[in-house]
Structures are given as C-alpha cells and as structure tokens.
C-alpha cells in the first residue's frame, strides 16, 4: 500500500481531470451509485474532535479522517491534520493512504470551479476573492490553473492583508490585483467569498449578471451573503441535504427549500439555470471520492 505525502497527492488531481470527477460523482449520487454515511464526529483531549468521513461505490470503499487539535497551536504543529484511506470495495484490500488536507482544498476548488463553469455557461473572465485565507488561496491558484489571464480582484479585511495576498499570487503569475469592494464589483463575472465571518461581507444589491458564490460559511450561525441578496437569486448548492444543516446563508434568509436547487439537476438540464444565480457549496464524502477516483485512474 502506497503512502503519499501532499505534493505527491496534489500531482495525482490535476483540475482538468478532477473538475469532471467531481461532475460524474454528483450525477453518480443523484441516481443512488454511491453511498455515504453522516459525518462521525468523537471528542479528542484538550477540546479537539476526530473526524470520520466515510464514502462507497461499487470499486471503491474511502474513508476520510481528520484530527482538529487546537491545542497544536502551542506545540507548534498543524491544528488539522487528515488522511484518505482507500480499499477496494469487492474485497477490502488497502490501496493508497493520500493526504486528507490537499485532498480536500482541491476537491473544494474543482466543486467551485464546476459550478461556476455551468452556472455562468463560460469561463469567468474576472473573479472578485472576499478573503486572504488558506480557502482564498487555493481557489485563486485554482482559477489560474483553469482559466489562464483570469482577473482576479483582491478585497480583504484590511489594505495590508490584501495587498500582501495579491502580491502572493503575482509571485505565481496569476494576473491579480487589490481593490476596495465597490469598484471591485463592478461588470464582475463572479464574487467568491471565502470568509469565516458570521456576518455578511457583500453588499444586499449586486449586478444580475455577477454569479455569487459563497464557500466560506459552514454552521447555521455564519453567514458571509446578505439574507436580501440570497432571497433575491435562484440558489444552487452542491449538496442539498448538507446545505440544509450547514449552510447558515441559505438558513438565516428563511430560504424555502423548494427553491434550492443541487448543481446536478444543472449539469442534466442546463436550461434550468436562469440569471441572477448563487452557488452555495457545504462539501461531500462524495467529493473525496471523486478525487480517488482521479489519483487512482488508469
């Protein structure tokens, strides 16, 4: 059984191929192909929890096992750390151990960059990044990965964070650049925000033709989109039982349920998408699958 460390797992998911990974793995959940249990969640000393993601289809059995230790903070090591354990489904045999943390931030990435794809029907021509953080990070690297020339407009909590992030991605080559959210806004292809805010961070009223999307909030009690705007746009999640319980945008607006719809029904219908649209993602086992299923492809 192979164990690989995280630059040997990033190689193994190339977006080109990922990105359409994740796409069959959400038609492939949709119609009941694969199964996934609710994440398992047990204490760990110090105020730290252990994390169980387990995930199957018919070649492979996957579990994914995250440590949150606070606590690392003082001693100098990550605060979440994970791994990928994968067997095969017929008869249980190991296969690879990948790292559970690049796994994750890019299966994250191609979700986003996947429902961006089909809900604008085209590539971005600019992004606007609301956030500087590890999230911010791996989405903009993501985007120039993709969408080679992309615009991507920086807008952080403050001029220093932001001009230092932006600076971070000129270094890689990404063509970015720091402005104050109003102008940043303006004739917009998409805003991302990629927050941990429990308040909104956008304004209530943006162009109809900006898709928002919104990848940082993750309990009832965050909410980095305006209740206003949300109510105002057709909503589209990644998972629609997941959103239910962990997307705190979509549940302080009061949103009706009926009106949400899961980015599988777009990739199916793509005349079902209609303008001003929102993308909401709150992750899926399934999503760890898709990328096994890339870094294990032949």
């Given at each position: 059984m192979r164990i690989l460390n995280a630059e040997s797992t990033a190689e193994l998911l190339p977006y080109e191929r990922l990105i359409p990974a994740v796409a069959q793995a959400m038609l492939d959940l949709r119609a009941g192909l694969i199964n996934a249990s609710p994440r398992s969640v047990l204490p760990l000393p110090d105020g730290g929890s252990y994390l169980a993601m387990p995930c199957t289809d018919d070649h492979f059995a996957v579990?994914?096992?995250?440590?949150?230790?606070?606590?690392?903070?003082?001693?100098?090591?990550?605060?979440?750390?994970?791994?990928?354990?994968?067997?095969?489904?017929?008869?249980?045999?190991?296969?690879?151990?990948?790292?559970?943390?690049?796994?994750?931030?890019?299966?994250?990435?191609?979700?986003?960059?996947?429902?961006?794809?089909?809900?604008?029907?085209?590539?971005?021509?600019?992004?606007?990044?609301?956030?500087?953080?590890?999230?911010?990070?791996?989405?903009?690297?993501?985007?120039?990965?993709r969408w080679p020339g992309v615009q991507l407009r920086c807008v952080g909590r403050a001029r220093p964070q932001s001009e230092a992030f932006a600076a971070s991605l000129k270094a890689q080559g990404l063509n970015a650049r720091v402005l104050p959210l109003e102008h940043a806004l303006e004739d917009a292809s998409v805003v991302l925000t990629a927050?941990?805010?429990?308040?909104?961070?956008?304004?209530?009223?943006?162009?109809?033709a900006t898709l928002v999307v919104g990848i940082g909030s993750f309990t009832p009690q965050m909410a980095e989109l305006p209740a206003a705007l949300v109510r105002s746009r057709q909503v589209w999640v990644d998972d629609l039982d997941g959103a239910r319980h962990e997307a705190g945008d979509l549940i302080q607006a009061e949103l009706d349920w009926s009106r949400v719809h899961p980015l599988a029904q777009a990739l199916d219908t793509p005349d079902s998408v209609h303008a001003p649209a929102l993308y909401k993602t709150v992750g899926h086992a399934a999503w760890d699958l898709a990328a096994v299923r890339t870094a294990l492809a032949e």
């Open positions: 579990t994914k096992l995250v440590a949150v230790t606070p606590a690392n903070r003082e001693r100098g090591q990550p605060t979440i750390q994970g791994r990928v354990l994968v067997s095969k489904a017929v008869t249980g045999e190991a296969l690879i151990i990948l790292d559970g943390m690049v796994v994750t931030a890019r299966r994250t990435a191609a979700v986003t960059l996947l429902g961006i794809e089909t809900l604008l029907k085209q590539a971005p021509a600019s992004v606007v990044l609301i956030g500087t953080g590890a999230q911010a990070l791996t989405h903009a690297l993501a985007m120039g990965e927050t941990t805010s429990l308040t909104a961070v956008l304004p209530e009223r943006i162009d109809t």
